[in-house]
């Protein structure tokens, strides 16, 4: 309805004007940045024209190939309107840094830097004291490894920590997962959508999956509850039914964001 369009354009192709969490006041700082840049810098460098270009070519790109493929919706993807961010910092960094200079009499040049201060310590100011999550973060700086983790990685380490304590040095865990199971695993991990497991992804039954998996080494599955729930991989597979299946396999663990299963064969 004509309340979806507009949440698609004021939250979508729009949200680099409204999205003031991550980007609208840096994108109208570089926005001012490029009307002082364009009217007070005669010698523009070549630097400077290469920025401009990328940022065009960025802005262009996805009319192109919108009008390639309906849909594909490039302006909603807030990761790809992230990448030109640091096109903006150079432009809002110069312009600042040409504000700063002494010898600049202009009143309006000199302003600038004290615009661009409050503009940008209130919002920071603003989005810290409502995140308090991430002034915290800043002190966990010091400590040692674990604990950075544990802090980090909250009830995801924990379960893979179960997994280093708790299984057989030689165990293989099926990863229904992202890559954070490698880097603190002291386990090897299979991902589901790797190599090895190409096979099982056609096999039907239950027992038959079971053996293929034996074949494999694998003696637990390790689910990521966001795989459990929207990866259609998850349920693609016969794994779905192992874990469910009473006697194939047992939940060892669980907490708020994963399920561990140890096969039984």
């Not at 949440?7 to 109208?28: A, E, V």
């Not at 807030?78 to 002494?102: H, K, M």
């Not at 830097?113 to 915290?136: F, Y």
Request: overall charge positive.
């Amino acid at each position: 309805g004509q309340e979806t369009i507009f949440k698609r354009y004021y939250f979508g192709y729009f949200q680099i004007f409204t999205n003031l969490k991550y980007f609208s006041i840096h994108f109208y700082l570089f926005l001012i940045s490029i009307i002082l840049w364009w009217k007070y810098f005669r010698h523009k460098t070549k630097l400077d024209k290469v920025f401009i270009t990328a940022f065009l070519y960025f802005i262009l790109m996805p009319i192109v190939l919108k009008l390639y493929d309906s849909d594909i919706d490039l302006w909603t993807n807030w990761r790809y309107i992230g990448t030109t961010i640091p096109i903006w910092a150079y432009f809002s960094g110069l312009v600042l840094s040409s504000g700063i200079d002494d010898k600049d009499k202009n009143p309006a040049r000199r302003l600038w830097p004290v615009l661009l201060v409050v503009a940008l310590v209130i919002p920071t100011e603003s989005h810290l004291r409502e995140n308090k999550i991430e002034l915290k973060a800043v002190s966990t700086f010091f400590l040692p490894d674990k604990a950075k983790l544990q802090y980090y990685a909250k009830g995801y380490f924990k379960a893979v920590d179960y997994v280093n304590t708790r299984t057989e040095r030689k165990s293989i865990c099926l990863i229904f997962g992202g890559p954070r199971y490698y880097y603190y695993a002291e386990r090897k991990g299979i991902q589901y959508n790797s190599r090895e497991m190409i096979d099982f992804f056609a096999i039907e039954n239950v027992e038959t999956a079971g053996r293929h998996l034996k074949s494999l080494g694998i003696n637990y599955i390790f689910l990521d509850d966001y795989y459990k729930k929207y990866s259609p991989y998850y349920y693609a597979t016969i794994a779905k039914d192992i874990v469910e299946a009473k006697g194939l396999s047992q939940l060892v663990f669980k907490n708020e964001v994963v399920s561990i299963f140890k096969l039984n064969y």
